[in-house]
């Protein structure tokens, strides 16, 4: 049940859906995503009470972003999750089945990979912590997000080995630390904690500690272990907790100059962060690695979800030669064996 404030007043619904998010652990991502789908589905119905509507309602709101917006089937089941949470969580009164629904159109994309040349030149114009974090990536098929929340106890140089906590699917994993990222990783975790050290000089010092933590382990976020890798330049006020502390590095920052990157190399595909994952996938399957392997190190439940990379290996439809190139092997004239100019059109 919500709980009321000073005055005896309940709390309103967008503060009751942020307070039934944050006692599920939900991230705070999936906390500005909710709440973002709740104000468009209510400002769809002219300001409405989610409570004075139900199934036609939702149904009507999912098809407007379907059928009329056009938005990705992903973007229509992002709101879907939004406002059945709000329903089952927070007003307490189930929907029923969505059977009315024109669920939107789920495209089956192969993913954008970078040969290892192409990541060579991409990574070359990159410097600092953009660098380091996409050698994580490439070197260790994590995504952005999982670098940048890495803690400093997340890494084990003797077993070159990062430790990925709660990751897609709260699931811990393992995956490989490239050696040839370690060298500028222990840099960086010493820069961290200086800054820690700095930070507690100055009264500060306490990180945001995942889930529960910090009820069952008081002083935890003070300690050096749990400091991010990647820490941001300054120090900044946590809008769930109001406490002021240093973040990890903002993930646009990022995004922002592996783009740049990508276009100063001269790579011509659409290049982000997650590419060098797609790309760290698409080189183990290459090398011969079992695909099992390579589930295992990027943490998919689904096998099915780390096949989709044996459709884009380095060998060109699918190992397939195409006939104009056997064409041209099999002859000077550029005819293959059993053509003859009063063949060519006819089939067999």
Known sequence: ??????????????????????????????????????????????????AEMGRLEVEAFLNHLAAELDVAASTQNQALNAILFLYRHVIRQPLGELDQVVRARRPERIPVVMTPDEVERVLAHLDGDSLTVSLLLWGGGLRLREALRMRVHDVDFERRELRIRDAK????????????????????????????????????????????????????????????????????????????????LFETTVQRNVRLAARRAGVGKPVTPHTFRHSFATALIESGYDVRTVQELLGHRSLNTTMIYTHVLNRGGRGVTSPADLMTRNGASGLGAGFDSGGIGRRR
């Open 1 to 50: 049940m919500p709980v009321a404030d000073s005055a005896g007043r309940r709390p309103r619904l967008l503060d009751r859906l942020r307070q039934e998010l944050r006692l599920r652990h939900r991230s705070s991502s999936t906390e500005r995503s909710y709440v973002g789908w709740v104000k468009r589905y209510v400002l769809f119905h002219d300001k409405r009470h989610p």
């Open 169 to 248: 699917g709260r699931r811990d994993r393992l995956t490989v630390l490239p050696e040839r990222a370690s060298e500028r990783l222990r840099q960086k975790i010493a820069y961290s904690l200086r800054l820690h050290r700095e930070d507690l000089a100055q009264g500060y010092g306490e990180v945001e500690l995942p889930n529960a933590l910090a009820r069952k382990y008081p002083n935890a976020g003070w300690e050096s272990g749990w400091q991010y890798v990647f820490p941001a330049d300054r120090r900044s006020v946590c809008p769930r907790t109001g406490r002021v502390g240093r973040h990890h």
